[in-house]
């Protein structure tokens, strides 16, 4: 006869707990798709940045499409969590210029290139500056992410920026 070693058992049924909690909690990504190319998994639009070093990085976005919703932005907010941001979608490439008017957040302003490489940075824009933050390069996107993050994880001209479930029209 084989006696059950108790603690052991314990111990493995909470190793198997922990992981299914974090599974659960994990953002579901699209895993599966029709013929078509859409999903039937409901997920949140997400940028993915690939840095050069090899670094994943990923954030939950607010897509602002219309110039009502670019020209609104992050204004007014008094928080943004560490894996949050808005992208604005432009309809054309463009040389692009942001203010922080009544923004009370400082932000880091990613530009993006129609072929999805980070062509400038603009770090730690300050709350409440009416002046203009631009790059040297056109860009189609720009991600808004917490001011600070971009130097925090090596962001720079060159990455790599993957959507996830965000739809690239825009209205002039």
């Known amino acids: 006869m084989e006696l059950v070693n108790w603690d052991r058992f314990f111990v493995h049924f ?4 922990l992981l299914v909690a974090l599974v659960s909690c994990t953002p579901a990504r699209p895993t599966n798709t029709d013929d ?25 976005v607010e897509v602002a499409r219309t110039d ?15 894996d949050r ?8 490439e463009a040389y692009q210029s942001f203010w922080m ?10 530009f993006i ?17 009416e002046s203009s933050h631009r790059v040297s390069a056109p860009s189609r996107y720009v ?20 959507f996830h479930d965000i739809p690239l029209n825009a209205s002039p």
């Open 14 to 17: 909470a190793a198997l707990a």
């Open 36 to 60: 078509d190319g859409s999903s039937d998994i409901a997920t949140e639009p997400s940028v993915e940045i690939l840095t050069q070093s090899g670094r994943r990085i990923d954030y939950f």
């Open 68 to 82: 009502a919703e670019r020209a609104r932005g992050l204004m007014f907010r008094n928080h943004l969590d560490a």
């Open 85 to 92: 941001g808005m992208l604005f979608i432009f309809p054309y």
């Open 101 to 110: 008017k009544d923004t009370y957040i400082p932000l880091d302003m990613l």
């Open 113 to 129: 290139g129609s072929d999805r490489r980070l062509v400038g940075v603009v770090a730690n824009a300050q709350p409440l500056d």
């Open 143 to 162: 991600l808004e992410i917490n001011g600070g993050q971009a130097e925090k994880w090596g962001i720079a001209a060159g990455d790599e920026i993957v």
